[in-house]
Protein backbone atom coordinates (compact mmCIF):
# COMPACT_ATOMS: atom_id res chain seq x y z
CA UNK A 1 0.00 0.00 0.00
CA UNK A 2 2.95 1.96 0.14
CA UNK A 3 1.47 3.79 -3.63
CA UNK A 4 1.53 7.20 -4.45
CA UNK A 5 0.15 9.33 -7.62
CA UNK A 6 3.21 10.53 -10.02
CA UNK A 7 2.07 13.04 -12.53
CA UNK A 8 4.72 12.23 -15.63
CA UNK A 9 5.36 14.14 -19.02
CA UNK A 10 6.14 12.05 -21.53
CA UNK A 11 6.34 12.36 -25.42
CA UNK A 12 6.04 10.68 -28.34
CA UNK A 13 9.30 8.61 -29.17
CA UNK A 14 10.84 9.32 -32.81
CA UNK A 15 12.67 6.47 -34.60
CA UNK A 16 15.21 9.49 -36.71
CA UNK A 17 18.42 10.62 -35.30
CA UNK A 18 17.34 13.44 -32.79
CA UNK A 19 17.83 17.25 -33.47
CA UNK A 20 16.59 19.18 -36.32
CA UNK A 21 17.87 19.02 -39.38
CA UNK A 22 20.00 22.24 -40.81
CA UNK A 23 17.07 23.68 -42.88
CA UNK A 24 14.71 23.34 -40.18
CA UNK A 25 14.01 25.88 -37.50
CA UNK A 26 15.27 25.57 -34.13
CA UNK A 27 12.95 24.25 -31.63
CA UNK A 28 10.32 25.54 -30.40
CA UNK A 29 9.09 27.37 -33.75
CA UNK A 30 5.21 26.84 -33.27
CA UNK A 31 3.08 26.08 -30.39
CA UNK A 32 3.52 23.39 -28.03
CA UNK A 33 -0.05 21.16 -27.24
CA UNK A 34 -0.19 19.16 -23.61
CA UNK A 35 -2.82 16.55 -23.77
CA UNK A 36 -4.23 15.66 -19.90
CA UNK A 37 -6.44 12.25 -19.91
CA UNK A 38 -8.38 13.87 -17.23
CA UNK A 39 -11.14 16.52 -16.88
CA UNK A 40 -10.69 20.15 -15.63
CA UNK A 41 -11.20 20.88 -12.19
CA UNK A 42 -8.41 18.45 -10.07
CA UNK A 43 -4.25 18.74 -9.33
CA UNK A 44 -3.86 16.11 -12.30
CA UNK A 45 -5.26 19.19 -14.37
CA UNK A 46 -3.83 21.65 -12.49
CA UNK A 47 -0.39 20.91 -12.60
CA UNK A 48 -0.23 20.97 -16.13
CA UNK A 49 -1.11 23.92 -16.31
CA UNK A 50 0.79 25.64 -14.01
CA UNK A 51 3.68 24.25 -16.35
CA UNK A 52 2.40 25.17 -19.54
CA UNK A 53 2.33 28.70 -18.10
CA UNK A 54 6.10 28.68 -16.95
CA UNK A 55 7.50 26.90 -20.41
CA UNK A 56 5.66 29.61 -22.22
CA UNK A 57 7.34 32.38 -21.01
CA UNK A 58 10.43 30.20 -21.47
CA UNK A 59 10.10 28.48 -24.91
CA UNK A 60 8.21 32.27 -26.13
CA UNK A 61 5.50 30.04 -27.66
CA UNK A 62 2.14 29.33 -26.63
CA UNK A 63 1.84 26.21 -24.82
CA UNK A 64 -1.95 25.02 -25.02
CA UNK A 65 -3.87 22.38 -22.64
CA UNK A 66 -6.34 20.22 -24.21
CA UNK A 67 -7.82 17.67 -21.83
CA UNK A 68 -9.10 14.66 -24.12
CA UNK A 69 -10.38 12.04 -20.68
CA UNK A 70 -11.87 8.67 -21.73
CA UNK A 71 -11.13 5.48 -22.45
CA UNK A 72 -9.83 5.03 -18.24
CA UNK A 73 -7.57 7.90 -19.54
CA UNK A 74 -5.97 5.74 -22.28
CA UNK A 75 -7.41 8.08 -24.84
CA UNK A 76 -4.98 11.25 -24.55
CA UNK A 77 -2.13 8.79 -24.50
CA UNK A 78 -3.36 7.31 -28.06
CA UNK A 79 -3.79 10.69 -29.53
CA UNK A 80 -0.37 11.21 -28.50
CA UNK A 81 1.47 8.10 -29.85
CA UNK A 82 -0.46 8.86 -33.24
CA UNK A 83 0.96 12.54 -33.30
CA UNK A 84 4.39 13.55 -35.13
CA UNK A 85 7.28 12.33 -32.29
CA UNK A 86 8.30 15.89 -32.52
CA UNK A 87 8.23 17.52 -29.16
CA UNK A 88 5.30 19.65 -30.15
CA UNK A 89 2.35 17.47 -28.72
CA UNK A 90 3.22 15.73 -25.18
CA UNK A 91 1.36 14.10 -22.57
CA UNK A 92 0.57 14.84 -19.18
CA UNK A 93 -0.24 11.94 -16.91
CA UNK A 94 -0.60 9.75 -13.81
CA UNK A 95 0.73 6.61 -14.09
CA UNK A 96 -2.01 4.72 -15.36
CA UNK A 97 -1.78 4.70 -18.96
CA UNK A 98 2.42 4.03 -19.21
CA UNK A 99 2.82 2.00 -16.39
CA UNK A 100 -0.93 0.61 -15.76
CA UNK A 101 -3.09 0.03 -18.58
CA UNK A 102 -0.61 -2.58 -20.78
CA UNK A 103 -1.25 -4.63 -17.21
CA UNK A 104 -4.77 -4.03 -16.59
CA UNK A 105 -6.23 -4.27 -20.40
CA UNK A 106 -6.66 -7.34 -22.83
CA UNK A 107 -5.58 -4.60 -25.77
CA UNK A 108 -4.75 -1.14 -25.54
CA UNK A 109 -3.94 0.85 -28.93
CA UNK A 110 -0.79 2.90 -28.22
CA UNK A 111 2.47 0.82 -27.19
CA UNK A 112 3.54 2.66 -24.11
CA UNK A 113 7.29 1.80 -24.55
CA UNK A 114 7.04 4.11 -27.77
CA UNK A 115 6.96 7.39 -24.77
CA UNK A 116 9.97 9.48 -23.83
CA UNK A 117 9.45 10.57 -19.96
CA UNK A 118 10.42 14.09 -19.50
CA UNK A 119 9.70 14.62 -16.39
CA UNK A 120 7.70 13.52 -12.98
CA UNK A 121 5.96 16.97 -12.00
CA UNK A 122 4.94 15.86 -8.97
CA UNK A 123 4.41 12.83 -6.56
CA UNK A 124 1.39 13.04 -4.16
CA UNK A 125 0.51 10.24 -1.50
CA UNK A 126 -3.42 8.80 -1.73
CA UNK A 127 -6.25 9.18 1.05
CA UNK A 128 -8.84 7.08 1.85
CA UNK A 129 -11.80 9.48 2.60
CA UNK A 130 -16.09 8.76 3.00
CA UNK A 131 -18.75 10.55 3.06
CA UNK A 132 -19.87 11.96 6.89
CA UNK A 133 -22.88 9.67 7.00
CA UNK A 134 -20.71 6.65 7.49
CA UNK A 135 -20.71 5.56 10.76
CA UNK A 136 -16.76 5.30 11.06
CA UNK A 137 -14.54 7.74 12.68
CA UNK A 138 -11.10 6.01 12.33
CA UNK A 139 -9.92 3.65 9.66
CA UNK A 140 -9.89 1.19 12.19
CA UNK A 141 -13.89 1.48 12.47
CA UNK A 142 -14.10 1.79 8.77
CA UNK A 143 -12.31 -1.39 8.58
CA UNK A 144 -14.88 -3.18 11.31
CA UNK A 145 -17.93 -1.47 9.65
CA UNK A 146 -17.46 -2.95 6.50
CA UNK A 147 -16.80 -6.32 7.49
CA UNK A 148 -20.06 -6.15 9.71
CA UNK A 149 -21.73 -5.08 6.54
CA UNK A 150 -20.45 -7.33 3.37
CA UNK A 151 -21.41 -5.76 0.03
CA UNK A 152 -22.73 -3.00 1.66
CA UNK A 153 -20.57 0.19 0.43
CA UNK A 154 -19.75 1.62 -2.65
CA UNK A 155 -16.62 3.34 -3.43
CA UNK A 156 -15.89 5.82 -6.55
CA UNK A 157 -13.06 5.59 -8.56
CA UNK A 158 -11.99 8.16 -11.20
CA UNK A 159 -11.56 4.97 -13.94
CA UNK A 160 -11.04 1.12 -13.97
CA UNK A 161 -7.75 0.10 -14.19
CA UNK A 162 -7.01 3.64 -12.38
CA UNK A 163 -4.76 4.43 -9.56
CA UNK A 164 -7.30 4.88 -7.07
CA UNK A 165 -9.18 1.61 -8.52
CA UNK A 166 -6.61 -0.63 -8.13
CA UNK A 167 -5.27 0.82 -4.22
CA UNK A 168 -9.32 0.37 -3.35
CA UNK A 169 -9.25 -3.18 -4.24
CA UNK A 170 -5.85 -4.13 -2.95
CA UNK A 171 -7.36 -2.31 0.26
CA UNK A 172 -10.16 -4.89 0.02
CA UNK A 173 -7.43 -7.82 -0.74
CA UNK A 174 -5.82 -6.72 2.22
CA UNK A 175 -8.38 -6.01 4.92
CA UNK A 176 -11.18 -8.58 3.90
CA UNK A 177 -13.66 -6.57 3.32
CA UNK A 178 -16.03 -6.12 0.27
CA UNK A 179 -17.08 -2.53 -1.80
CA UNK A 180 -18.85 -1.94 -4.83
CA UNK A 181 -16.55 -0.35 -7.45
CA UNK A 182 -18.48 2.65 -9.35
CA UNK A 183 -16.02 3.85 -11.83
CA UNK A 184 -16.32 7.63 -12.86
CA UNK A 185 -14.68 9.49 -16.34
CA UNK A 186 -12.64 11.40 -13.69
CA UNK A 187 -11.63 12.12 -10.16
CA UNK A 188 -13.87 15.22 -10.24
CA UNK A 189 -16.97 13.98 -10.54
CA UNK A 190 -16.21 11.35 -8.39
CA UNK A 191 -15.11 13.57 -5.90
CA UNK A 192 -18.44 15.56 -6.48
CA UNK A 193 -20.79 12.50 -6.23
CA UNK A 194 -18.67 11.41 -2.83
CA UNK A 195 -19.75 15.03 -1.58
CA UNK A 196 -23.37 14.39 -2.29
CA UNK A 197 -23.27 11.32 -0.51
CA UNK A 198 -24.14 9.53 -4.10
CA UNK A 199 -21.02 7.20 -2.91
CA UNK A 200 -20.20 6.02 0.28
CA UNK A 201 -15.44 6.29 -0.24
CA UNK A 202 -13.12 6.80 -2.02
CA UNK A 203 -9.08 6.59 -2.36
CA UNK A 204 -8.25 10.29 -3.37
CA UNK A 205 -4.62 12.05 -3.57
CA UNK A 206 -4.03 14.27 -0.78
CA UNK A 207 -3.77 17.80 -2.69
CA UNK A 208 -7.81 17.56 -3.78
CA UNK A 209 -9.10 16.14 -0.84
CA UNK A 210 -7.04 17.28 2.64
CA UNK A 211 -8.97 21.01 2.32
CA UNK A 212 -12.18 18.99 2.71
CA UNK A 213 -11.36 16.99 5.72
CA UNK A 214 -10.18 19.79 7.14
CA UNK A 215 -13.57 21.51 6.10
CA UNK A 216 -15.42 18.55 7.62
CA UNK A 217 -17.17 17.81 4.07
CA UNK A 218 -15.22 14.42 3.64
CA UNK A 219 -13.91 12.42 6.59
CA UNK A 220 -10.37 11.15 5.99
CA UNK A 221 -9.19 7.94 7.17
CA UNK A 222 -5.79 6.81 6.72
CA UNK A 223 -3.37 7.73 4.23
CA UNK A 224 -0.88 5.29 1.48
CA UNK A 225 3.02 6.05 1.43
CA UNK A 226 5.65 5.46 4.45
CA UNK A 227 4.76 8.28 6.63
CA UNK A 228 1.98 10.26 8.35
CA UNK A 229 1.00 13.75 6.23
CA UNK A 230 1.91 16.88 7.89
CA UNK A 231 -1.26 18.68 7.54
CA UNK A 232 -3.50 15.55 8.76
CA UNK A 233 -0.98 14.09 11.51
CA UNK A 234 -3.42 12.08 13.00
CA UNK A 235 -4.29 9.71 10.40
CA UNK A 236 -2.45 6.08 10.10
CA UNK A 237 -0.70 5.09 7.04
CA UNK A 238 -2.32 2.34 5.95
CA UNK A 239 0.98 0.33 5.22
CA UNK A 240 1.46 0.05 9.28
CA UNK A 241 -1.87 -1.63 9.80
CA UNK A 242 -1.40 -3.88 6.23
CA UNK A 243 2.40 -4.34 4.86
Known amino acids: MMLSRRLLLAAAASLAVAGPAPSQSPFPSKSIRILVPLPPGTNGDLMPRILAERLSARVGQPVLIENRPGAAQNLAAEIVYRSEPDGYTLLATPQGP?????SYFKKINFDP?????????AKVPYILVVHPKIPAATFAEFVAYAKANPGKLNYASPSSGSS?????????????IQMTHVPYTGMAPALNDLLAGHVDAMIDNLGNSTRLVQAGKLKGLAV??????????DLPVIADIYP
Open 164 to 176: PHLIAELLKLTAG
Open 113 to 121: SQFVPITIM
Open 98 to 102: LVISA
Open 224 to 233: TGDRRWPELP
